[in-house]
């Protein structure tokens, strides 16, 4: 049990995405997810250990570490991947809905290929497309909001090599080192580039639903 | 054998529950099991390690982390969500029982094994209510074992082989605090949910019972009524005498039955 069982679960939307749906999909397993799971956290696996302060005293470390990092990017990037895959439940469960409908209308005597409805491509029109367009909406906020506090947390998206610590029980400021600070600064600033181009694939997706319905609509008209 | 045989349990519950309860399913799986995994999990793996002691004694640190985490908050975490779990367990055994009684009595005996109604009401509302208990005394344990959900930085120990009171630091409060606020804000999503599931269920079962006995007694008025209408046609007087005695009968149903006398006459 792991990121493989999100993946299970976002596959099956994959289906009824559009295209720039499943570029974005691709891009959030092979440049986010598997990146951190390969490489990342195995950068910041001995954070704790290997960050040293130039103190013996006791609790010093601890404290000083607690000060700088409230909590980890590691764990920061992990929520904001579930967070922002979330949505896409809202897309796997009405799709999930409408087939059972159309199955309790079955039984109850229309005639629907049931063959055919497991295999289903959903178009994404009617309520669907409202669906689709609030998830992505969700998604591009849930990424923004993640953004901010990467920043806001950490004064910038680059790793200090150094802190200067002076919380109790150290005895005066301390200077206190960080490990591999350029390695994560460098990853860092990938999973931001990432995470830009995953907030542009949803907003071109939004925008081009957007469109296609307003094209829709003024053709009916006409 | 690993959280992957919690996630194939919740997968194979969520074919036999509500709406509500696949929202249930989705965020145990999403937002408890998935995180508890994927981060939660590292942030406690060395705690014990990295809880430091102001003071060389040995022995000091190993009695002081005992006396402050007699059980681990991650190890209470993953208790609460094997806990939580199980009474769906509960639905998954009836039906695969009424599964079993139409093969061996080779007849359909349900309408649909695995749809809630019966017995599987009953089993399915035990499963909601065991589940909210099971949430509440988890939460009211970690107030309780914890003083509250918060993690200091420091806390003071003077247990034997401890010479006086120390200074020990506890490794990543603020940290195991957020996901603490997180695991509590996500017990208490699920317990509403599951009261909605459970009031919406009651709610719905009491109206289909009581539409029954409604149908039932008005069927019964109504053929009632029919007899009266023929004997009515060849005795006005007679008819009449019943319109005038079905004060007892609620003011639709009567109607329905000068409708029913109408349509007979038409027909």
């Not at chain 1, 390969?38 to 302060?53: K, L, N, S």
């Not at chain 1, 694939?201 to 319905?213: M, R, S, T």
Request: with cysteine.
């Amino acid at each position: 049990m792991d990121w493989g069982s999100l993946q299970a679960v976002l596959g099956g939307v994959n289906k009824h995405s559009t295209s720039i749906g499943k570029i974005w999909l691709t891009v959030l397993f092979i440049f986010r997810i598997m990146i951190l799971v390969v490489a990342a956290e195995r950068v910041w696996g001995d954070e704790q250990q290997d960050f040293v302060c130039n103190t013996l005293q006791p609790g010093c470390r601890n404290v000083c570490y607690d000060h700088f990092f409230p909590i980890s990017h590691i764990r920061l990037w992990a929520l904001q991947l579930i967070f922002v895959s979330t949505p896409a439940l809202l897309v796997a469960m009405h799709v999930a809905y409408t087939r059972h409908e159309k199955k309790r209308r079955f039984r109850n005597g229309e005639k629907i290929d049931i063959e055919e409805l497991k295999n289903e491509k959903m178009h994404i029109r009617g309520p669907l497309w409202w669906t689709y367009t609030s998830s992505i909406f969700f998604r591009i906020v849930f990424e923004a909001v993640f953004m901010y506090v990467f920043y806001y947390m950490y004064d910038g998206y680059q790793m200090p090599r150094l802190v200067k610590c002076s919380a109790w029980p150290c005895p005066n400021t301390v200077d206190c080192f960080v490990s591999r600070p350029t390695e994560k600064t460098t990853f860092t600033i990938f999973m931001l580039a990432v995470s830009g181009i995953c907030m542009m694939l949803n907003l071109a997706e939004l925008c081009y639903l957007v469109i296609k319905i307003c094209m829709k609509e003024s053709r009916k008209t006409t | 054998m690993s959280w992957g045989f919690l996630r194939d349990l919740l997968s194979g519950v969520n074919k036999y529950s509500t709406g509500i309860g696949r929202i249930w399913v989705a965020v145990v799986f999403m937002f408890r099991l998935l995180v508890y995994i994927v981060a939660a999990e590292n942030i406690w793996k060395y705690e014990h390690d990295e809880f430091e002691c102001n003071i060389k004694q040995p022995g000091c640190e190993n009695v002081c982390f005992d006396h402050f985490f007699p059980i681990s908050h991650i190890r209470l975490w993953a208790l609460q969500l094997i806990m939580v779990s199980t009474p769906s367990l509960l639905v998954v055994f009836h039906v695969a029982y009424r599964e079993n009684r139409e093969k061996h009595h080779n007849q359909q005996l349900y309408r649909s094994p695995g749809k809630i109604d019966g017995g599987l009401l009953c089993t399915y509302l035990i499963s909601l209510i065991l589940k909210i208990a099971f949430e509440i005394v988890f939460l009211v344990l970690f107030y309780k074992l914890y003083n509250g959900f918060k993690v200091p930085r420091l806390m003071k120990c003077d247990i034997r082989p401890c010479p006086n009171t120390v200074d020990c630091f506890i490794s990543k409060p603020t940290e195991k605090m957020i996901f603490l606020c997180f695991l509590v804000v996500t017990s208490c999503l699920c317990i509403v949910l599951n009261l909605s599931e459970l009031t919406y269920l009651i709610f719905k079962y009491s109206i289909k019972c009581y539409l029954k006995r409604y149908i039932r007694k008005h069927q019964g008025s109504r053929s009632n009524c029919y007899i009266s209408e023929i004997s009515g046609r060849n005795r006005p007087a007679a008819a009449g005498r019943f319109h005038n005695s079905s004060l007892t009968l609620p003011l639709n149903i009567q109607g329905e039955c000068e409708k029913f006398s109408v349509d007979l006459q038409e027909g």
